[in-house]
């Protein structure tokens, strides 16, 4: 199975600010590989896939970048409806499987 | 608007079996690819099982195969889990999803039904 590693599990920012989220595969995927967005209370929400494509209805300033094992997801300056839970997820091979998540967090 | 609305979680002995449903609406049901994902306390997601439009053709991880059957019912819009010889690794919150029609993503997702799996 391919591993997906997230390797922060907590970042802390402020709004305004930029930051990125990692995610290392434990085998290449390509650019295979998806970001959701889970925040209290709401549904999981697809926000890239293939790497870097916005799904309708993400807004600009999320991005997504990398190609092969390692991927970033960037969030330029940052609204206060971003904090929240991010999972990448590999989609090379079945079985699918996601990374451990990040817990985006309001300074 | 795309709405999934999962039922019939519960808490359940281990061994035992549970069915859960999935409610479909806002979409054609029977265009779409349809999952099941489900993230135990504290834990990430972990994918659970895919079928295909007519439901011929279905899928699932190592974790669940044998035990773990997803049906799905296009006339009433509905996706269905049903879970034999459960254990309480399977305790988990179980979402139903829609598959992105060209990836292998998910681009709807339900609010997700509790399943606790305990004596």
């Known amino acids: 199975d391919v591993q997906m590693t997230q390797s922060l599990s907590y970042l802390a920012a402020s709004p305004g600010e930029s930051v990125s989220i990692s995610c290392k595969a434990s085998k290449s995927i390509s650019n295979y590989l998806a970001w959701y967005q889970q925040k209290p209370g709401e549904a999981y929400k697809l926000l890239i896939y293939s790497g870097s494509t916005l799904q309708s209805g993400t807004p600009s300033r999320f991005s997504g970048s990398g190609s092969g094992t390692d991927f970033t997801l960037t969030i330029r300056s940052l609204e206060p409806e971003d904090f929240g839970l991010y999972y990448c997820?590999?989609?090379?091979?079945?079985?699918?499987?996601f990374g451990s998540g990040t817990k985006l967090e309001i300074k | 608007e795309v709405q999934l609305v999962e039922s019939g979680g519960g808490l359940v002995q281990p061994g035992r079996s549970l069915k859960l449903s999935c409610a479909a609406s806002?979409?054609?049901?029977?265009?779409?690819?349809m999952a099941w994902v489900r993230q135990a306390p504290k834990k990430g997601l972990e994918w659970v099982a895919t079928?295909?439009?007519?439901?011929?053709?279905?899928y699932y991880p190592d974790s669940v195969k044998g035990r773990f059957t997803i049906s799905r019912d296009n006339a009433k819009s509905s996706l269905y889990l049903q879970m034999n010889s459960l254990k309480s690794e399977d305790t988990a919150t179980y979402y139903c999803?829609?598959?992105?029609?060209?990836?292998?993503?998910?681009?709807?997702w339900g609010q997700g039904a509790s399943v606790t799996v305990s004596s």
């Open positions: 999803a829609r598959h992105s029609p060209w990836e292998d993503v998910m681009d709807a």
């Open positions: 997820q590999q989609y090379y091979e079945k079985p699918l499987t």
């Open positions: 079928i295909s439009t007519s439901g011929s053709r279905t």
């Open positions: 806002g979409f054609t049901f029977s265009n779409y690819y």
